[in-house]
């Protein structure tokens, strides 16, 4: 942020302020309060940008844009930290491209991305051009960082009595149920939901933007389940087969159907599955649709571990080339679960529709803790369970 101003004051002192739309994120009270105090908003704002609230905003997908429809091919560059499709404004027709704030700040005043601002002149509105100077600023606060404002509302001590209350017509917020517990059998002829072809992020799993206005409400956010990743069966997004009626629809109404009539189901994916946020939303979604168990090549950890923590077996392709044996219409069977123990391998049979079967060894990072939030539904109910004791 610091050098982002140093370059904005730069540009005042000639009259030249941003060519396109410009906007900042503070990312947190903190940050604001800092930026605030040191200066650094000041000239942010004075070359035209608009200080956003501090949230997430655009970097997730919360940005209500208005200059372009969606569907139009345009390009933004910005320095957050991701830029998957559709990632910042929900349009797959943006090409987005991360780069340093002091960078983002530099093309924003030249309005054009073959802007180089080592070699290029700016040109200021009286027609004379100049060069920006190589930008500075502290790598940290000199007067360290500013707490801010304090918003944070402590809950009252004795909370027996209290009750939260939502409208039962809302859409956007909903009371959590409890997961059903483990019933202590095998998961036997779970159908494939999808298998995932190529990459597979949080993203990919439970879609931000439009959709976080759902997070409070679990069964609709669960309406984005899955619909970014590539079935490995016909290389479409979002267009997966029932297995129980071979009629094909979207993901979330799949797994629906499954659910409603109880028959679990699994997901089957590559490499570093669930990369990229912590959502843990990608977790709960399978799991509150009828998901018992996803088997990847490999995990990315935190998405792992939120999966345990929702009941989800994370299950690991002990010879990757298993990946490759999977047929999106074969049925999985997780046999001897009874058994479940720490660093031992689960077995997996896999029935074709061809007749043949298979049995292949599935890895798993399980201790005994997380094995008994798969016994009782998932780390809450465990939790529930110790604190009745």
């Known amino acids: 942020m610091c050098k982002s101003a140093s370059i904005a004051r730069q540009a005042l002192k000639h009259g030249l302020k ?85 960078i983002v700040t530099a093309l924003a005043l030249a309005g054009n991305l073959a802007f180089n601002p080592e070699t290029d002149s700016l040109t200021a509105p009286d027609g004379h051009q100049f060069k920006l100077k190589s930008p500075y600023g502290d790598e940290l606060p000199e007067k360290g960082f500013d707490p801010g404002q304090d918003t944070y509302q402590a809950p009252p001590t004795d909370c027996s009595s209290l009750s939260v209350e939502i409208d039962p017509s809302s859409q956007r917020l909903a009371l959590l149920s409890p997961f059903d517990k483990w019933d202590g059998q095998d998961l036997i002829d779970m159908p494939i939901l999808i298998k995932v072809k190529g990459k597979c992020t949080t993203d990919h799993i439970s879609a931000a933007g439009p959709w976080l206005k759902y997070r409070g409400h679990l069964d609709n956010l669960s309406n984005n389940l899955l619909i970014g990743a590539v079935n490995a069966d016909n290389d479409k997004m979002n267009w997966v087969k029932n297995q129980l009626s071979g009629v094909y629809a979207e993901v979330p109404q799949v797994a629906r159907d ?88 689960v077995r997996c049979v896999m029935k074709h529709s061809d007749g043949t079967s298979e049995e292949i060894s599935l890895l798993h990072t399980l201790n005994e803790p997380q094995i008994e939030w798969f016994i009782a539904g998932s780390a809450l109910n465990r939790m529930a369970e110790l604190a009745s004791q």
């Open 18 to 102: 941003a060519k396109s739309q410009f906007t900042v994120t503070p990312g947190s009270e903190q940050i604001r309060a800092t930026m605030e105090r040191d200066g650094l908003s000041e000239p942010l704002r004075a070359i035209g940008g608009v200080v956003l609230a501090n949230a997430c905003g655009p970097c997730i997908g919360q940005w209500n844009r208005q200059d372009v429809k969606k569907g139009e091919a345009n390009t933004i560059i910005t320095s957050y930290n991701r830029n998957f499709t559709g990632r910042n404004d929900a349009n797959p027709a943006t090409h987005a491209f991360v780069a340093s704030p002091e």
């Open 258 to 345: 499954y659910k409603a009539q109880g028959v679990p189901w699994v997901v089957v994916a590559g490499e570093n599955y669930g990369e990229g946020s912590s959502r843990e939303h990608a977790a709960l979604e399978p799991r509150h649709l009828g998901g018992r168990a996803v088997i990847v090549i490999s995990f990315a950890r935190i998405h792992e571990t939120n999966l345990k923590k929702q009941g989800i077996l994370p299950l690991i392709f002990s010879d990757q080339q298993d990946y490759q044996k999977v047929h999106p219409d074969d049925r999985l069977s997780l046999v001897d679960l009874a058994h479940l123990a720490p660093g031992k391998p």
